[in-house]
Structure formats: C-alpha cells, structure tokens
C-alpha cells in the first residue's frame, strides 16, 4: 500500500513543472507534471516526489487526520 501525503501548492515554478507545497510544517518541492499547473492553495496527494492527485480541502482534511494504523510481522 501507498501512503500519500496532502500538501499544499505554495508557489508554482515558472515552467510550470514544478511547484513548492507545504503542510503542517513540511515543504516539499514537487513535480507537477501530472496534474498540471496550479493555483496556490491547491491542494494535492503527494507521493514519491510528484503530486499525483487534485484534492479538496475536506478530502485533504481528511486524509490528514484519517488515523493509520501500521503492523509489523
């Protein structure tokens, strides 16, 4: 399983490829090649270095505090 991380856009790079996002204190310059050029205050599922999802303030919400639960074998 994948875990994503919403993030919002901050600023986007002038090429529109990238952009800087930013969440409860973690910034993160992301690829934005799937998703396209944003707007700041976007908000998008990070994972591995690319957005690759468009989100909702509420879907990001709540996947923000969706408790996670991890076991190890």
Do not use: K, N
């Not at 002038?14 to 910034?27: N, S, V």
């Not at 310059?29 to 957005?51: I, S, Y």
């Amino acid at each position: 399983m994948c875990i994503g991380m919403p993030l919002q856009v901050q600023q986007m790079e002038a090429d529109g490829l990238g952009a800087w996002c930013e969440a409860d204190g973690h910034r993160e310059q992301l690829d934005m090649r799937l998703v396209g050029a944003l707007p700041a205050g976007t908000w998008v599922l990070a994972f591995m270095g690319a957005a690759r999802q468009v989100m909702s303030p509420l879907e990001a919400e709540q996947r923000v505090t969706f408790p996670i639960e991890t076991t190890m074998a």
